[in-house]
């Protein structure tokens, strides 16, 4: 099993995302087992839609970490913010968004949000592999 964790800045720039997306390809590209293009491209695009809104919506920095299974992949995020997301009727005039949580509970085999003892919440997912 593969673990990885990044630290992530409050998203200010498209360089945030873009440094976790690069850190999951680099993790996804050095597993022991390969995953397929198609899968890892996935499990990129989820981390990019947690990763831009944890500090967005959770204040402050949040924590990716990535773990291979023999079956998946788990990404979870940290943040500060003890709100779960929610699912919303996305904003198709003003773009305000509600696409993403829905888009990661589709791709997503399963999702959970675990609320944590000292503040916060945990977003976990499991992707194919």
Do not use: Y
């Amino acid at each position: 099993m593969n673990t990885m964790s990044v630290n992530v800045e409050p998203v200010r720039s498209a360089t945030t995302v873009a440094r976790a997306r690069g850190s999951t390809r680099d993790v996804l590209g050095g597993l022991q087992r390969p995953i397929a293009a198609e899968d890892a491209d996935t499990v990129v695009l989820v981390v990019s839609e947690l990763v831009t809104n944890a500090p967005r919506h959770g204040g402050g920095t949040c924590t990716l970490d990535l773990t291979a299974h023999p079956d998946g992949i788990e990404v979870t995020v940290h943040d500060h913010s003890p709100q779960a997301p929610r699912m919303r009727t996305p904003d198709l005039n003003d773009g305000t968004g509600g696409f993403g949580w829905p888009m990661v509970n589709r791709l997503a085999r399963t999702t959970a949000v675990t609320r944590q003892a000292a503040g916060g919440k945990t977003v976990s997912t499991i992707l194919a592999r």
